[in-house]
């Protein structure tokens, strides 16, 4: 799956801004604040993350344009009919222990996120999925780099993507239903 947004070229973008949270836990907060809240808007999100942006300061300027970027992207990728959502966490091409930790950083920015509204749903997979990923945002990230450690970190990463699009189909359930192109031919 192509994922337009680049941890690597991303994860610097916080560093000049008034904040503690790092980008994966930043993305976190944004899917979780989505699912439970239709309306998100860009300031939304950037005051729950950062305390004051300066722009007429260039590099925080240039920060919040690559936030608004990430918050454009992920909202179109979350709305995405053909499921092209992707966690903004460290690749493949980082250390094991790189990717366990932002992935972690992840599942505890997305529960963050939940918090911020009200969950009012009664589905046993949604809540059984949100308590999965609250278990996985407390993983021992001392893993070796083992081609068995990055094929089971790699089916847990699956399993929360997934997961995300299942607690926000059932906290907002589509307005349509998507047909593929391929059963209209």
């Given at each position: ?114 918090g911020l509204q009200k969950i009012s749903t ?55 239903d998507f047909i593929s192109p391929e059963t209209?031919?």
């Open positions: 799956m192509n994922n337009s947004l680049d941890y690597d070229a991303l994860k610097s973008t916080l560093h000049t801004l008034n904040t503690d949270d790092t980008i994966s836990s930043a993305h976190g907060i944004l899917c979780g604040f989505a699912c439970v809240k239709p309306d998100l808007n860009l300031d939304d999100w950037l005051n729950e993350i950062i305390v004051s942006i300066d722009l007429n300061n260039l590099s925080e300027k240039s920060a919040h344009e690559e936030l608004a970027m990430i918050f454009n992207e992920t909202s179109l990728q979350l709305n995405d009919p053909t499921l092209n959502f992707q966690l903004l966490i460290a690749d493949e091409d980082s250390k094991l222990g790189e990717q366990a930790n932002t992935l972690i950083e992840w599942c505890q920015g997305y529960l963050t996120g939940l009664t589905d046993d997979d949604a809540l059984e999925m949100i308590k999965d990923i609250s278990e996985i945002s407390k993983l021992d990230t001392d893993l070796l780099d083992t081609e068995k450690n990055a094929q089971d970190l790699n089916e847990i990463i699956e399993f929360v993507r997934i997961g995300v699009l299942l607690i926000q189909e059932t906290l907002q359930p589509s307005k349509q209209l031919h």
